[in-house]
T-cell receptor, first 116, second 114 residues
Framework: GAVVSQHPSWVICKSGTSVKIECRSL??????MFWYRQFPKQSLMLMAT?????????EQGVEKDKFLINHASLTLSTLTVTSAHPEDSSFYIC????????????FGPGTRLTVT | QQQVKQSPQSLIVQKGGIPIINCAYE??????FPWYQQFPGKGPALLIA?????SEKKEGRFTISFNKSAKQFSLHIMDSQPGDSATYFC?????????????FGQGTILTVHP
């Protein structure tokens, strides 16, 4: 099946610093990737849609300048959390849409971010 | 705002039982309905999905029933096993300007006792 990887799997950073999370589709080209945020025991909340070669589309309430998304190639999208604060601590999950499989979305394993 | 409502919030069954998880959506702006399984600390994994022009789909022990007129769909897990213990999410994929976006239900924590 389609494989999506994320790196790192977990990261701890200090308040005020920035952290970058990578999302890669390993065996297919994804023109569209999605970034989600998940708090403990809660559902997934879509943050933004990332399209290769164009600006990301952010959901209402998501700060564009805080969560920078770059979809530089058909297999890589990055999420940078800038000037991180403890309230940014969460589980961040990306997904990639596979145009060759009825546009299914496949999810990465997630990245646990802890801001101290 | 488009919503998908999922119930129950948690579910406990014995091994071999048939847990049923229900979802309902509010409008017709969705064209595809996947179910995901998520283990703690992991990303969701696609389990099974259905289109609204199909009333039922079965893959292995997992079956989706879809009622388009009632705007409801459900997941049945036959012969449930302790390894099925996980959180299950239903989702609905938007069409039109929201194409590709998934709206998730609130999740159901399933526990299967041996």
């Amino acid at each position: 099946g389609a494989v999506v990887s994320q790196h790192p799997s977990w990261v701890i950073c200090k308040s005020g610093t920035s952290v970058k999370i990578e999302c890669r589709s390993l065996d297919f080209q994804a023109t569209t990737m999605f970034w989600y945020r998940q708090f403990p025991k809660q559902s997934l909340m879509l943050m933004a849609t990332s399209n290769e070669g164009s600006k990301a589309t952010y959901e209402q309430g998501v700060e564009k300048d805080k969560f920078l998304i770059n979809h530089a190639s058909l297999t890589l999208s990055t999420l940078t959390v800038t000037s991180a604060h403890p309230e940014d601590s969460s589980f961040y999950i990306c997904s990639a849409r596979d145009p060759g499989r009825v546009h299914e979305q496949y999810f990465g394993p997630g990245t646990r971010l802890t801001v101290t | 705002q488009q919503q998908v409502k999922q119930s129950p919030q948690s579910l406990i069954v014995q091994k071999g039982g048939i847990p049923i998880i229900n979802c309902a959506y509010e409008n017709t702006a969705f064209d595809y309905f996947p179910w995901y399984q998520q283990f703690p600390g992991k990303g969701p994994a696609l389990l099974i999905a259905i289109r609204p022009d199909v009333s039922e789909k079965k893959e292995g022990r997992f079956t989706i029933s879809f009622n388009k007129s009632a705007k409801q769909f459900s997941l049945h897990i036959m012969d449930s096993q302790p390894g099925d213990s996980a959180t299950y999410f239903c989702a609905a994929r938007g069409r039109g300007t929201s194409y590709g976006k998934l709206t998730f239900g609130q999740g159901t924590i399933l526990t299967v006792h041996p």
